[in-house]
């Protein structure tokens, strides 16, 4: 897939708990979709990390999801 990155737990027995920040200005924002625990969005080519689908796995989706919307 062109331009996809995904962003995934350590395939470790004890994985350690990281913090991962990364802004996008909403305007950048082509569309976006949640399923289960997982948030995905599609960014256009004036996001910050330039255009692309991204995949993110959260543990609080649903607050997450609150504060998006």
Do not use: D, N
């Amino acid at each position: 897939m062109s331009g996809c990155q995904i962003f995934s737990e350590p395939a470790s027995p004890k994985p350690s708990v990281e913090t991962l920040r990364i802004e996008w200005p909403l305007a950048t924002l082509r569309q976006f979709a949640f399923h289960k625990c997982l948030f995905k969005m599609e960014t256009g080519r004036k996001a910050p990390y330039g255009e692309g689908h991204y995949l993110f796995r959260l543990k609080q989706l649903g607050e997450f999801r609150q504060t998006l919307e």
